[in-house]
């Protein structure tokens, strides 16, 4: 499959159970969790009987997943506990993403707190992530997936060039990939509803990085204009981006076997709609009515008793039951 779509899913009563359960009835083709409290520092272990029915059933129905490593963690912060923290919520993360199958574990680039230069911060990335990296020995470790901000404050990685700075300092080393959230990089101010931006960016982001390293796409519309720095998903079609920077993503040679996930708002109903949406667009069709009788049909499920859906977050996943 060429990009298979699906969605950051639920996984609170069990990875398997709850997240697979969920992901099936969205009509996803990936899947992303998180395997810890995502604003929070803790590392709880797993359930080794989940973890392997999660590795299994993925493999099963070639599903590719990934991890979502917690929002807290920032490498270029100027406090030494909330750099130590980082450290072991994302060693964390690349463990238990290796023990689900996981093929990449996301990170936000973080920023330069403290008033300090952009490259002393960079600088602290390198002592403290580097070797992380150098930790993945396994065939079968997770790649570190790169995901920029929408250009708050004094944020490390936003815009496509400023990836090229920190993959040098990190040596640009093998295991090092790109997420591209779509909302981020409109929010930053490459305006991908342009006429040919989507185009434009992503070959800037090759130009950067070289091609290969883009790994994952955080599919989400953007409730904003592009440059407002604004961090508030929309789902596809909704949003400032549109459907047609989407459908030219799909064409673009470095998005060439790259899985889509989304973090779109509207609970179960919107997720399984927005998913049927970008599958279309890849297919070169428009929605069908059995697509949207797909959406329907999750929408309904979500509203019975005992199926309540974890809701979506316009600032990414939600982080409340899933984890």
Same mark, same amino acid.
């Given at each position: 499959m060429r990009n298979p779509v699906g969605g950051h899913v639920p996984v609170a009563g069990g990875l398997a159970e709850v997240g697979l359960s969920y992901a099936r009835e969205m009509g996803a083709e990936a899947v992303q969790v998180f395997v810890a409290n995502p604003r929070g520092w803790a590392t709880p *272990?797993?359930?080794? $009987?989940?973890?392997?029915?999660? =590795?299994?059933?993925? $493999?099963a129905a070639s599903i590719p997943a990934y991890v979502h490593a917690p929002y807290l963690i920032n490498f270029g912060s100027h406090t030494p506990a909330t750099v130590e923290r980082s450290v072991e919520s994302l060693r964390h993360s690349? /463990? =238990?993403? =290796?023990?689900?199958?996981?093929?990449? &574990?996301v990170v936000h680039t973080g920023s330069a707190?403290?008033? #300090?230069? /952009?490259?002393?911060?960079?600088?602290? &990335?390198?002592?403290?992530? #580097?070797?992380?990296?150098?930790e993945l020995t396994h065939d079968d470790d997770p790649?570190?997936?790169?995901?920029?901000?929408?250009?708050?404050g004094s944020s490390l990685c936003s815009r496509t060039w400023d990836f090229g700075p920190y993959f040098d300092a990190l040596d640009a080393h093998p295991k090092l990939g790109v997420c591209l959230d779509t909302c981020h990089i409109f929010a930053a101010g490459h305006d991908l509803a342009?006429?040919?931006?989507?185009?434009? *960016?992503?070959?800037?982001? %090759?130009?950067? &990085?070289?091609?290969g390293r883009l790994k994952l796409i955080h599919a989400n519309d953007s409730k904003d204009v592009a440059g407002a720095h604004k961090d508030r998903h929309e789902n596809i079609g909704a949003g400032h981006i549109g459907e047609e920077p989407f459908r030219e993503l799909f064409t673009h040679p470095a998005t060439e076997g790259v899985a889509l996930v989304i973090e779109t708002p509207g609970g179960k109903e919107g997720h399984a709609?927005? %998913?049927a949406r970008l599958q279309?667009?890849?297919?070169? =069709?428009?929605?069908?009515?059995a697509d949207r009788a797909r959406a329907d049909r999750a929408g309904a499920r979500a509203l019975r008793p005992g199926g309540q859906s974890p809701g979506g977050q316009s600032s990414g996943p939600s982080p409340g039951s899933s984890w």
């Open positions: *272990t797993g359930n080794p $009987a989940q973890d392997a029915l999660f =590795r299994a059933e993925c $493999a690349l /463990r =238990r993403a =290796r023990e689900i199958g996981a093929l990449g &574990v707190t403290g008033g #300090r230069p /952009r490259e002393e911060a960079l600088a602290q &990335v390198r002592t403290y992530l #580097r070797p992380l990296l150098d790649f570190l997936l790169l995901e920029s901000t929408a250009g708050q342009g006429p040919g931006g989507m185009k434009e *960016t992503l070959d800037l982001l %090759v130009e950067t &990085v070289g091609e709609t927005d %998913v279309a667009l890849r297919d070169g =069709r428009c929605a069908t009515g």
